[in-house]
């Protein structure tokens, strides 16, 4: 009897890598989008006039309908077709944009604004989903996924520079209109380059689903956000209390349905579960350090937006570079090690950023983000990539539901978990002389950012205490980092590409 010889897997061709930069283009929009507005809310504060809670509901509404709609807006892409969904939200995203930039009133921005959340969620999941599809050879996927990653991190660093010269030369609303062209390239594109795919076998939608997903997730998301700006507090808890209830009845309610939006028992795989916390952590630590460096540059260091953003961008060319080396690197030791690895690479560079945050050069500081930014790299590709292996590909937008529901709440916990910290450490480390008028203390104990206003030999203490404040969170960081890495090294297996592609 004859053996057949093994399959071979087909391997991507031009085509192939073209549909992949049309997505990577769609996910750096989002990125981008997503830190943008920040240096844009003292010019629209002062054109719209919004109250303060409505400026909190600009800058927070966007995320929280992302990463409230991901998990549902993956499964509705494997039942109504990856392609589809993406274009249909890129369509939505432009439209939402325009009208933000043009919103004559503070009501209408957070509308829009919620648009642009909504139109974010249809688009996220199916970009990953659609190049689990694109490049069914292993060696090709995890450098796909790598650029995938690069597209979604780079987005975000660059998100504060595109707005810096965007408003050093027009209006606040610029900062949107500028996704319209964008959209007006990638639509186009993406029905010629973009194949579609779906799920032929995949059930209804279960409703009571939704909507326990969407309870769960953007309550824990908006209490991350709490704990971030005021501290802890009653309201920051209850919502916490709230996500993680509707959490555990969506996790009930999956096991009992027949096609649930999430197939609970894939975290019993370790591949899997070791993957999705891995994501978590990598961006964990990666967004918190980078969201405390940035007031640092400004505040202590007296750079410039522009320039506190350029000093970044070497943390996200270095994650741009693992493409180079992740293919082969998988395939030598397996996802598990290098994702450990990555991952201890990145608490390495914590370690460095912390022993040079007192030193005058900012050599020292660009050599740690450097490293951290490789480390991050690596573990973000590598734990993304298993958790899209870790499924059939006909599930590949419900697993990119949850890779992307990992990424956004690993950004909400990094910047409220290690800015609270952050906090923490800045206000007990004040040493404030005697006598001062409770206003003026007041206005040093709140952050470096209001102490600016203060006299300068007491801003001069606050800068002290924040520098001291930053190390110890860059070591905390580096501690969870390096605990995560172990995680990884033990619970994911050492899984390498075979030598057909598999």
């Known amino acids: 009897m004859s053996v057949q010889p093994p399959a071979t897997v087909r391997r991507a061709g031009h085509r192939e890598w073209m549909a992949l930069a049309v997505v990577t283009l769609a996910v750096v929009l989002l990125a981008i989008d997503g830190t943008v507005l920040a240096l844009a809310v003292p ?4 054109s719209l006039a919004p109250t303060a809670t409505q400026i909190l509901w600009i800058g927070d509404i966007y995320s929280l309908a992302l990463a409230g709609l991901l998990i549902t807006m993956g ?3 494997d039942r ?8 249909i939200g890129a369509v939505g995203f432009g439209l939402a944009s325009a009208i933000a930039a043009f919103a004559p009133t503070p009501e209408l921005l957070i509308a829009a604004r919620a648009l642009l959340g909504i139109s974010g969620a249809t688009i996220m999941p199916s970009t990953l989903s659609i190049v689990r599809n694109l490049f069914p050879d292993a060696r090709q996927r995890t450098r796909a996924i790598a650029i995938w990653s690069a597209g979604a991190t780079g987005g975000a660093a660059v998100g504060p520079l595109v707005g810096g010269v965007l408003l050093e030369n027009f209006w606040w609303g610029s900062v949107f209109l500028i996704n319209v062209p964008v959209v007006l390239i990638l639509v186009p594109a993406g029905i010629f380059l973009l194949p579609e795919s779906r799920n032929v076998r995949a059930g209804r939608i279960d409703v009571v689903s939704a909507i326990l997903s969407l309870c769960a997730i953007v309550p824990i998301v908006y209490s991350a956000k709490t704990f971030a700006t005021a501290g802890v507090s009653a309201e920051g808890v209850g919502a916490a209390v709230l996500g993680a209830f509707c959490g555990a009845i969506f996790v009930l309610r999956q096991r009992r349905l027949a096609h649930p939006m999430i197939d609970i028992a894939l975290f019993k795989k370790p591949a899997f579960s070791g993957a999705v916390i891995s994501n978590t952590m990598a961006i964990f630590a ?8 940035s007031q640092y540059l400004q505040l202590v260091r007296g ?21 180079i080396v992740i293919g082969t690197m998988v395939s030598k030791w ?13 608490a390495v560079g914590m370690v460095i950023l912390a022993g040079g945050e007192p030193l005058e050069g900012i050599g020292i500081l660009v050599l740690a983000l450097t490293v951290i930014g490789v480390g991050a790299g690596v573990a973000m590709t590598v734990s993304v990539d298993a958790v899209m292996t870790a499924v059939p590909r006909e599930r590949a937008g419900a697993a990119s539901a949850v890779s992307e529901t990992a990424y956004e709440l690993g950004i909400a916990l990094g910047i409220a978990i290690l800015g609270s910290i952050l906090t923490s450490n800045y206000r007990s480390g004040l040493s404030l002389p005697d006598g001062l008028d409770s206003k003026t203390e007041t206005t040093i104990r709140d952050s470096l950012a209001s102490a600016s206003h203060a006299p300068e030999h007491l801003y001069l203490m606050a800068q002290e205490s924040f520098v001291s404040a930053m190390q110890n969170t860059s070591l905390i960081a580096a501690a969870l980092t390096a605990i995560a890495a172990v995680i990884a090294w033990r619970l994911i297996p050492a899984t390498r590409h075979s030598s057909d592609g598999h």
């Open 43 to 46: 010019s629209l504060t002062e």
């Open 80 to 87: 109504i077709g990856r392609k589809r969904l993406l274009l």
């Open 286 to 293: 990666f967004v918190g350090v980078l969201f405390f460096f």
């Open 303 to 323: 750079f410039g937006p522009l320039q506190a953003g350029l000093l970044e961008l070497p943390a996200t060319i270095a994650s741009l570079l693992v493409v």
């Open 75 to 77: 499964n509705v892409a």
């Open 334 to 346: 397996g996802r598990g090690p290098v994702i450990g690895a990555g991952l201890g690479t990145a």
